[in-house]
């Protein structure tokens, strides 16, 4: 029996240990950014300029903008959890082809942007950017906020407390709560977890037209869960199922234009 207990101590200091290494790594297992400023670039991105934004607690966030033309909507684009800007250039030179502005951010701790990343900053990066964009257009009926991934629970964020013409989500989460449970079930997630991102619970209260596209064959952020956060949006909204594709899917070739068409038959300002 003394073999079984010594086991049994070693097995539970093994889960403890585990335990608190993800509770002391969180955020580096879920913010993966590439800290170099990313080079604008000109030759893909026409009418490009680099920008940058002061959050409310001080931070600056560095951003790309693109001006919208002949009244067209701009595009406020809150990415995912890795890399930078530069990472989306093909997406952004797509997404302002026909005139649509871009307003893009580098989270703070991303790609030049100062600070480190948290859920806490995120929400005050995104209410920043969506400052700027205003100050742009001047009117919120002129903003279509886009999230990407980690990016749809800030977009999320401010489609339920702000105004604006749309929300475009791309492989979105009911929460990282939900995400993260599902794939570290063996360990107290709920305990643990810092930044949860409850989309859910902020969903319902969005005040503005939903488009959310998602591949069935996500293996990051899992359909379900996307579709779990689309069951609690309001009315108007319109969900994209894209068969045999895995994570982010706005810019497929099969997908693009049905965005875009959804873009057009928003109400004009």
């Given at each position: ?66 001006p919208?033309r ?7 684009y809150?990415?995912?959890?890795g ?67 980690l ?17 475009i ?70 969900f ?30």
């Open positions: 029996m003394r073999w079984v207990r010594g086991l049994l101590y070693v097995v539970i200091a093994a889960y403890l240990g585990a335990s608190g290494f993800l509770y002391v790594r969180q955020r580096d297992i879920l913010y993966r950014p590439n800290v170099t400023a990313a080079a604008v670039p000109l030759a893909t991105l026409p009418g490009v300029t680099a920008k940058q934004i002061k959050t409310a607690d001080g931070e600056t966030l560095a951003a790309w903008f693109v919208p002949n009244n067209k909507p701009i595009l406020l809150l990415h995912g959890n890399g930078n800007l530069a990472n989306r250039t093909r997406r952004f030179a797509l997404m302002t082809a026909q005139g649509a502005g871009l307003l893009a951010i580098d989270w703070r701790g991303y790609g030049g942007s100062t600070g480190s990343p948290s859920e806490d900053g995120l929400m005050r990066d995104a209410e920043a950017a969506y400052r700027s964009a205003l100050e742009t257009v001047r009117t919120p009926r002129r903003i279509v906020i886009v999230g990407e991934s990016g749809s629970g800030p977009a999320v964020m401010l489609a339920a407390y702000l105004d604006c013409a749309g929300l989500l791309d492989s979105a989460y009911s929460s990282i709560l939900d995400v993260a449970s599902e794939q570290y079930w063996m360990f107290p997630v709920r305990l643990l977890l810092a930044d949860q991102y409850r989309s859910d619970l902020r969903i319902a209260e969005i005040r503005a037209p939903l488009l959310a596209m998602h591949g069935d064959q996500d293996r990051i952020v899992p359909i379900k869960f996307g579709e779990r956060l689309f069951a609690l949006a309001p009315q108007p909204k319109e994209i199922r894209v068969p045999g594709r895995d994570h982010l899917v706005l810019a497929l070739d099969d997908v693009w234009p049905r965005v875009l068409a959804w873009i057009d038959r928003l109400p004009s300002p």
